[in-house]
């Protein structure tokens, strides 16, 4: 009897030990030549460091190893102070095919059949330190992140793009070590070369679109205030450029396009586009619903509300940025709040382009909400959440456009109407005084 307790507590330590130097295995993402991209929040472990306080080489011990946790879908934490540490596993096996002598060479043989682009496709991130293992060669340190100049990187993309070789039938291991101010967004893909150049290409193309569109009607409403003067039609251009602005901004466009040499204006750029963006919107419902005339309480609410911009896009000159979104946050909830529901009690009391308005403003805010629940960690990260403000925003752009020019329309008939009703009238006062000096005439001759 002693020697078979003895037996199980020597098995039960030694079980203990395994699982303290092997800790549970990380799924492993598995590539072959016919992989062309994967989304890789499924494969991800991922270790919170609220301290910011581990290094690599702490990362790697088995006690910390044990303390990662598999996550099921991209990463999507909210604004947080943490350094957040990732781990991915890859294994690369050639197919059959690939490993067939061809008598035909290729173009596309010349580019690595373990060559994989690790794509991070949050542009806004700080600061990004990638580690990758390797079992024979030193550790690859590859820093990146938005605090840096755009030609730091090695490949120009708006988003974070590191090209990895993976060696054939062998685990590589890589640690992604992520801290930002900005929300937390981590979504991973791994892509193959072809996958790579053909997404990023229809990814510009499809941008360019997009801010062909909002160009496009910018310049047709300047033109319209330009023909007919019109308030509202400035006010919508503000609009337009504030939206334009923070999009680009958000999007990695700004940092790429206009201040590659200076990041840190990205954020700046950000909190003050989306203040200059509310105050517009503010004084453009003022402007096309006519709230002095239909809403005078809500039109009261919305002069408080411009005044409130004024302060917040003071304030935010001041501020750390993880402030200043909270407070631009709550101001466009708060705006978007008063120019709905000014919205809807104009298409109450019966002004006809208000049903326009309320149209447009609803597809934006939709799209808008969307992506803040996302940027707050609330809903998954992905294709669809990413892009919903700017799918809301292009058609918002249309709709207010054709009500712009609808009002303008019926301001043009009303203006016609009343001219002819004031020439009718002018005739008939002209008859009568005609026929009244026709009479004193006729009296003074007698």
Known sequence: MPSLLTHRYLLFFFTLSLTIHFPLSAKVLHLNDTTTVVNAGSYIRYLEDVESKHSLNDIQSPIIQQQFIQASQNLSKGYTNSTYWIRLDLRYTKTAEAQQDLSHSHPKEIIPSNLWFLDISYPLLDNIDIFIVSKTGPITHIELGDSKPFD???????????????????????????????????????????????????????????????????????????????????????????????????????????????????????????????????????????????????????????????????????????????????????????????????????????KYFVLAWTTVLIGGVLFALMSNGIIPSNLFTRFAAQLGSAIEVILLSIALADRMHRLENEKKTLEQESKKALEKANIKLSSALDDVRKGSKL
């Open 152 to 354: 730091h990187r090695s490949i120009p993309a708006s988003s974070w793009l590191t090209p990895i070789s993976v060696p054939e039938n062998e685990t590589q291991t890589i640690y992604i070590k992520v801290k930002s101010t900005s929300s937390f967004q981590i979504p991973i893909s791994i892509r193959s070369p072809d996958n790579t150049a053909n997404f990023y290409q229809d990814f510009q193309i499809g941008y360019g679109i997009y801010f062909g569109i909002i160009i496009s009607f910018f310049l047709y409403n300047l033109f319209m205030y330009l023909f007919f003067l019109d308030r509202s039609y400035l006010y919508y251009l503000g609009y337009i450029a504030s939206f334009a602005m923070a999009l680009a901004a958000i999007m990695g466009f700004g940092y790429r396009y206009l201040w590659p040499e200076t990041p840190s204006i990205t954020v700046f750029a950000i909190v003050e586009s989306i203040t200059l963006y509310c105050l517009f919107s503010l004084l453009f419902t003022q402007s096309f619903l006519h709230t002095k005339r239909h809403t005078p309480k809500l039109h009261s609410c919305i002069i408080a509300l411009c005044v409130v911009c004024g302060v917040v896009f003071f304030v935010n000159l001041f501020v750390p940025y993880q402030i200043g979104v909270k407070l631009v946050a709550i101001l466009t909830l708060v705006a978007n709040i008063i120019i709905l529901t000014t919205g809807f009690r104009s298409l109450y009391q019966g002004v006809k382009v208000a």
